[in-house]
């Protein structure tokens, strides 16, 4: 197994959960089924309301979003904005690289400084492990929503993934969800396998090179299985969620070329047509390494769901907001 960072405090334990809709969004470990279930209602709604030609609503008149990002992003940063518009709301970026961030300022005074001039939302995206976490003890009303924090969770991306695994296949029992590659350092991995086991899908597993894999004291705790051989893997898998091999985090060099990664363990068509169930979901969070843990083909091709993931993500963003605000 990989030795960890020493930089990354990843927790295994988890928080406990309660049924009480809470004011922050943090964890996907933290999310009670039910709330779950009625955020995907919602997200439903604004679906069928775009469609029909009605996107806008007034929801969050009057609310400022703040979009907090220390990470580069598009789609999480640019799906929020958009959310917040289609609700009403006043979204409000602050780009980290012009800011007093450059100058020192710790999270924490960030935090309370956007919510001193009116911030209602803030939507932070961190290299950290358990940021979203340090900016909630200091907010005293605003409602944090964590876009990924170092290796350990993005639970909007998990909401996302799932909610749109289930648009497609109806339900996912009996079915099986294989995350293959860089799970070591994955807060995609992590929010989505907790969800699934929130959500009582039994069968999850996990393939990739070892050297990428999660501690087996972390698998366990999950209740899921690592599959070496990823011919085997994908021939059980209905849904494939593909992940991005976290080059940024390594801290060291990847221990593969892109073309030897490519060659052991990417998602080449050739594999999907050899080894895969004829009707096989594909799932990628993006951004891709195309030609490294997934061919263009594959993603451009009728089992990818990539665009469907993006598209749904406004739905749930939308639903999230709305939901948090209600609560409290
Ligand atoms: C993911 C992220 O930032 O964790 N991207 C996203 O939010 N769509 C996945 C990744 O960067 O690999």
């Not at 366990?220 to 494939?240: M, R, T």
Request: aromatic share 6%; with cysteine.
């Amino acid at each position: 197994m990989a030795p960890r960072l020493a930089s990354e405090k990843r927790p295994v334990k988890k928080a406990a959960k309660s049924t009480a809709p809470s004011r922050h969004l943090l964890t996907s470990a933290e999310l009670p089924k039910v709330w779950v279930e009625a955020l995907f209602d919602e997200a439903r709604r604004f679906k069928t309301a775009e469609k029909a030609g009605h996107p806008w609503s007034e929801d969050l008149k009057g609310q400022h979003v703040g979009l907090l990002f220390f990470e580069p992003s598009t789609r999480t940063r640019a799906s929020f904005h958009i959310a917040a518009k289609r609700l009403g709301a006043d979204p409000v970026t602050v780009e980290i690289a012009f800011s007093s961030v450059q100058k020192g300022e710790s999270l924490e005074d960030t935090v309370m400084t956007m919510e001193a001039m009116g911030c209602h939302f803030l939507i932070i995206r961190h290299g950290e492990a358990l940021s979203g976490q340090r900016a909630a003890r200091v907010a005293k009303k605003a409602h944090i929503i964590n876009a990924g924090d170092g290796s350990h969770e993005h639970p909007t991306q998990a909401l996302l993934d799932t909610f749109t695994v289930l648009e497609r296949r109806g339900s996912l029992a009996g079915g099986t969800v294989l995350f293959l590659g860089d799970i070591l350092f994955s807060r995609v991995a992590r929010s989505n396998i907790e969800l699934l086991k929130t959500l009582g899908v039994k069968n999850v597993i996990v393939s990739g090179p070892p050297s990428l894999m999660p501690s087996e004291e972390e698998l366990e705790s999950w209740g899921i299985s690592y599959v070496p051989e990823l011919n085997k893997a994908l021939a059980q898998a209905d849904v494939v969620h593909v992940l991005r091999v976290q080059l940024e985090r390594h801290g060291q060099k990847m221990p593969m070329t892109p073309g030897s990664y490519r060659e052991a363990w990417g998602l080449t068509e050739e594999r999907l047509v050899k080894f895969c169930k004829k009707d096989v979901l594909i799932f990628h969070p993006g951004p891709m390494n195309v030609g490294v843990e997934i061919d263009r083909e594959v993603a451009d091709g009728p089992h990818s769901c990539v665009l469907d993931q993006v598209a749904n993500g406004v739905f749930i963003r939308m639903a999230i907001l709305k939901r948090l605000h209600q609560a409290c």
